[in-house]
């Protein structure tokens, strides 16, 4: 082989999709070489799960990296794909069926991490690998009926508010017990752990007791449901302090892909890349 040839497989030339299909606004956004700044995002998100786990005394396999790509237009997803993304975080069920739909091609699992209403279970159970936000027993029965259709099963996580925030989903911790005890009953579903989503704020005096508390609730529920092992909790602000008080799957978006724009962009300047429009112009 000659040298010429390594080097552009080095590159990743040869199997880079064709960037024609972004938009003005998704340069705008996400720069002109998304694939780039994706890896390299992924590269620095990656070495600090690694370096968190280490001062924890974790093995770095005890913690997986979903990468969280809702409001990413799909065509900006292929990129992510190409730079070795294979599972996608989405929060909205009709969002992530409308892309799921368009990138039928990618070797990919949709992991979906919001929450859900009962009438909309039967679409994820079409094509979603898991569900990390299970909340209610009327949306256990309808997913476990509707993955009976599909003749498969589903890996799910239960959420619960450790915030007493009225803002955010999930059971209180008084009613988890009765929860997990009541959902022997729907043998499609696969309960794999306990999610949670920490205060919003970069005061870890204030989201480290969440972490805390889902983690005494996991250790509590291990007695009666030995499958109950996994802590889902963790995303781009606060995913280092979760690892430390045990989180074993923590959900990234922006610290990958960048800012995202709208309301749900809960923004940790430092932590998270700006979009190259406002680097640019130093706004
Ligand atoms: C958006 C989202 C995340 C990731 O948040 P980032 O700030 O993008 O890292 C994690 N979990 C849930 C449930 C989300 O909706």
Not at 52 to 68: I, N
Not at 181 to 188: C, I, Q
Request: proline content about 7%.
């Amino acid at each position: 082989m000659t040298k010429t040839t390594d080097t552009a497989l080095a590159d990743g030339d040869l199997h880079r999709p064709a960037s024609a299909a972004l938009t003005p606004a998704d340069i705008d956004r996400f720069g002109p070489d998304p694939q780039r700044s994706f890896a390299a995002n992924l590269a620095e998100v990656e070495a600090r799960v690694a370096a968190a786990c280490a001062r924890a005394g974790r093995a770095r396999g005890e913690v997986r990296l979903l990468p969280v790509t809702k409001t990413l237009p799909a065509q900006v997803m292929r990129l992510a794909y190409a730079a070795g993304i294979r599972e996608f975080g989405e929060n909205k069920l009709q969002e992530a069926q409308t892309k799921a739909a368009e990138l039928a091609d990618l070797d990919a699992r949709w992991c979906i991490i919001g929450h859900l209403q009962s009438n909309k279970a039967k679409y994820l159970a079409r094509f979603a690998a898991e569900f990390h936000a299970l909340d209610s027993l009327k949306l256990a029965a309808e997913l476990d009926r509707r993955m009976a259709a599909e003749g498969r099963d589903l890996p799910v996580w239960v959420q619960v508010n450790t915030s007493k925030e009225e803002s955010k989903f999930g059971l209180t911790p008084e009613a988890l017990p009765g929860f997990l005890d009541a959902l022997g009953d729907y043998p499609r579903l696969r309960p794999q752990g306990l999610m949670t989503l920490a205060v919003f704020s970069p005061d870890p005096a204030r989201v480290r007791p969440c972490f805390q508390l889902l983690r005494r609730l996991r250790d509590a529920a291990q007695t009666s449901h030995p499958a109950i092992t996994g802590l889902s909790m963790g995303m781009s602000g606060d995913y280092e302090l979760a690892i430390a008080e045990g989180a074993t799957v923590v959900r990234v978006g922006q610290s990958i892909f960048g800012k995202r724009p709208g309301s749900d962009a809960h923004y940790w300047p430092g932590l998270i890349p700006a979009p190259p429009s406002e680097r640019e112009q130093g706004r």
